[in-house]
């Protein structure tokens, strides 16, 4: 298979399958980014979805998991599809019913705080921990499994970080002063969880910190949304205080240790959200507790129920590069998406494609049409164009950072000054339409009776 999707590399030993769980171990699954109720184009995942939610339930059974942290975007957008939020409770209902295992789920920068946190109080009467924002005072995201009688972990459940949590936004700043007061906001945030968490640490408690963020020199992918506009939030492993035997991340969809610490660790997402997570190994993370530290750490293989996959090919190499192909194996049909680097303009090589596949087990979602040294550009058949649209549309920071490329007559002070402009006012539009989402909410409920 010809791909252009990124390496991976470095790629660490791989990691022993966790087994059995050994006698005194207080065991944890880290995973994070389901991103329930997400579309390729305009493509349903609900299927990849509940099989990755039934192997979860069977894993955490199978290896007598004491408690699941879901470190962010448990959906996919703050106003989820019905069929995505009845998948969750629907999870949640299975897990908790039998008892056994607590979960702990904060909000990402897809959710909606509002949404996550409304059932918390019948949630937490089943064992689920729900933290949608950041409260003033650091110890109420301190939570102690599987209580506070007979703590075998401390979780400092740090949600998503909003800019109002971090900073005070004043006019005139430039992007050097917005990235380091989100960088200080940040860092101030774990510290004083830290901090809450040292009279736990000192009886021997261990403690995981959770987070979704950007740490610096992630591997990223095409579908991560920017948590704070222009990039500005992202910050080094350092942040996270030594008090935290491991940092639980969500926000990256790579499986990966953040800045060379294996115990700051993104879960990834579970399954491939876009094609430039075509070539990755999903997975998620099981953590063995003991003696009062973090004892072992796993890597457990998600099995891949659809595969995505990337090809790329000369008009004249078509016939045979597609008459060859056979994706790696999978449930459900591969979606594929298919580079053409020498495409000729009004040419509908999506109806072309369509016709050399026809029988196929599998199908091409997705032609671009692209030469060498230009950038990507779908074909105006491909009915994936929305999806381009909207990729285009969901980092806008990026385009006007372009455009502003394009004016040959602002000096470089101007253009700083105007980028600066254009990400306060994008990240007040980012803020307004959250507040706006959520009072939206608050209005369709019902009064409560008095």
């Known amino acids: 298979m010809n791909s252009t999707a990124p390496s991976l590399s470095p790629t660490p030993a791989p990691a022993p399958p966790p087994g059995p769980k050994p006698t005194g171990v207080y065991r944890v699954l880290h995973t994070a980014d389901w991103h329930l109720g997400k579309l390729l184009g305009e493509l349903s995942r609900a299927e990849e979805h509940t099989r990755l939610l039934n192997f979860l339930l069977d894993q955490i059974r199978t290896l007598a998991v004491d408690a699941l942290i879901i470190a962010g975007d448990v959906f996919d957008s703050a106003n989820p599809p019905q069929s995505a939020v009845a998948q969750y409770y629907d999870f949640l209902s299975a897990l908790l019913r039998p008892g056994g295992c607590a979960v702990v789920i904060i909000a990402g920068n897809h959710d909606s705080p509002a949404q996550l946190e409304a059932p918390r109080q019948l949630l937490g009467t089943l064992g689920a921990r729900v933290v949608g924002g950041m409260p003033a005072d650091a110890a109420e995201v301190l939570l102690p499994l599987p209580d506070a009688d007979h703590p075998r972990l401390l979780v400092a459940a740090v949600p998503f970080l909003r800019d109002r949590d971090l900073r005070l936004g004043q006019s005139g700043q430039s992007a050097l002063e917005i990235q380091q007061s989100l960088v200080t906001g940040i860092q101030r945030r774990y510290d004083e969880a830290a901090a809450a968490a040292q009279p736990w640490k000192a009886r021997g408690v261990p403690v995981l910190a959770t987070g979704h963020l950007t740490v610096v020199g992630g591997r990223a992918s095409s579908s991560e949304r920017e948590i704070h506009v222009g990039g500005l939030g992202a910050v080094g492993a350092a942040a996270f205080s030594p008090t935290f035997d491991y940092v639980a991340l969500g926000h990256l969809h790579g499986p990966q240790a953040a800045g060379g610490r294996a115990t700051v660790r993104y879960a990834g997402s579970p399954i491939p959200l876009s094609f430039s997570e075509a070539e990755d190994d999903k997975s998620v993370r099981v953590l063995d507790f003991a003696a009062n530290a973090l004892a072992a750490q796993y890597e457990l293989p998600v099995p891949a129920a659809r595969r995505l996959c990337r090809l790329t090919s000369t008009r004249a190499d078509l016939p045979g590069l597609l008459a060859g192909f056979t994706p790696p194996p999978a449930e459900f049909p591969a979606w594929v998406e298919l580079t053409i680097t020498d495409p000729v303009a009004g040419e509908n090589l999506f109806d ?52 502003l490329a394009a004016e040959s007559g602002l000096g470089e002070a101007e253009r700083a000054s105007l980028g600066t402009v254009f990400l306060e006012l994008l990240e007040l539009h980012a803020e307004q339409q959250r507040a706006g989402a959520e009072a939206g909410r608050g209005k369709s409920r019902p009064p409560v009776p008095a």
Do not use: C, M
């Not at 029988?359 to 105006?380: D, F, I, K, S």
């Open 352 to 403: 072309q494609v369509q016709e050399l596949t026809k029988g196929r087990a599998w199908q091409v979602v997705r032609v671009v049409g692209r030469r060498e040294g230009e950038a990507a550009a779908l074909t105006p058949e491909d009915p994936a164009d929305v999806a381009g649209i909207t990729d285009l549309l969901a980092d806008p920071a990026k385009v006007f950072a372009h455009r």
